[in-house]
């Protein structure tokens, strides 16, 4: 474990929100505009330690001082998980070939580099147990890496199991079991917390209840389950048997469809959103696949995206994507609209 110390970066704490070093646009940036209700604002984006308009050559000092000569920025930057206090993201990062352990409150910033004979090659997604504990796909080493609450590798997961290209994974609260895809294989795998094989569901194909490289998984409040199924240009919906219950979106380029859907998540009313890294933009649907919003174009502005890839939406409604061509994530917040 690298720990980054950003204590010289940090804005003034306030009660309102994270006092991390970060980006933020000057004036509000909020869709869908006009004269319509805010649904979605703007936050803050981050990098790393590179997120300064002071003296670059000032900071790159500092920063070497700190850990050397090594990088300590984002590099591609693709599945997202809060602690269950929310005061801390966890963010696994192929690029980088590491897990992002960055405080939202004290700008503490570590590298987690997984086990110490199976070091993380492509971690790509992360969730966290009901323990507190996390699990980290790694789709390069085919495997499923366990770490304690602080981020610490304590070792692998369903080892015995033959897991695939292991990628999107999200902990069930409603059916209390971890949920696994398996992309190549096109498989949807489920265990308890302790590691156990519960079911498996799925297969390559277009038909309903298979896939063809499905990339991410949330859950709703019902338990219901939304599945991006990539190379089939949709969103799948299952049920607590896993099976398949309805789908919507195709392949085009018009509001509805899909180029390259990647992450998803739903905010606390269960509206759907899907992150293409295609459009680079977010689809907003209803849980009947109803669109309501657009948000996100291309480019390296504040709300623009490159390549974004994953999506996790905490207890608070902060909405952080994964904007893995920009080497940063971006942080947006859902307002519920007042009764």
Not at 135 to 141: C, E, G, K, L, Y
Not at 275 to 291: H, K, S
């Amino acid at each position: 474990m690298k720990t980054i110390l950003l204590s010289l970066l940090l804005l003034p704490a306030c009660a309102a929100g994270p006092a991390v070093f970060v980006q933020r646009p000057e004036s509000p940036l909020v869709w869908p505009g006009g004269d319509q209700p805010v649904r979605i604002s703007m936050e803050f984006s981050y990098r790393g330690l590179v997120d300064t308009d002071r003296d670059p050559g000032f900071w790159s000092q500092v920063g070497q001082w700190v850990i050397g000569q090594e990088d300590r920025a984002l590099a591609a930057p693709y599945g997202m998980v809060t602690s269950a206090d929310g005061e801390t993201l966890f963010v696994a990062d192929p690029g980088r070939g590491v897990v992002h352990r960055i405080s939202l409150y004290s700008g503490e910033h570590r590298y987690l580099t997984g086990l110490e004979d199976k070091p993380f090659r492509s971690p790509v997604g992360v969730t966290s147990l009901p323990s507190g504990d996390l699990v980290v796909s790694d789709s390069t080493r085919e495997n499923l890496v366990r770490c304690d609450s602080d981020g610490e590798a304590v070792g692998l997961f369903a080892s015995s199991v033959d897991l695939g290209r292991p990628t999107g994974l999200v902990w069930d609260a409603v059916g209390q079991r971890l949920l696994v895809l398996d992309t190549t294989g096109g498989r949807l795998l489920a265990f308890s917390a302790e590691g156990d094989l519960l079911q498996i569901a799925g297969g390559v194909g277009e038909e309903a209840g298979l896939y063809n490289h499905p990339t991410n998984l949330a859950i709703a409040s019902d338990g219901r389950i939304f599945l991006t199924d990539s190379l089939n240009f949709r969103v799948q919906v299952l049920n607590a048997n896993l099976e398949p219950i309805g789908e919507f979106g195709i392949a085009g380029t018009g509001p509805g469809s899909f180029a390259k859907p990647k992450g998803i998540a739903l905010d606390s009313e269960d509206h759907v959103y899907v992150v293409d890294g295609m459009f680079d933009n977010i689809q907003v649907f209803d849980p009947e696949g109803q669109l309501l919003l657009v948000f996100g174009r291309s480019g390296n502005g504040f709300g623009e995206f490159l390549l974004p890839t994953g999506i996790f939406i905490d207890k608070q409604d902060r909405i952080f994507v994964a904007d893995s061509g920009n080497s940063r994530f971006q942080v947006f917040q859902y307002h519920p609209i007042e009764p």
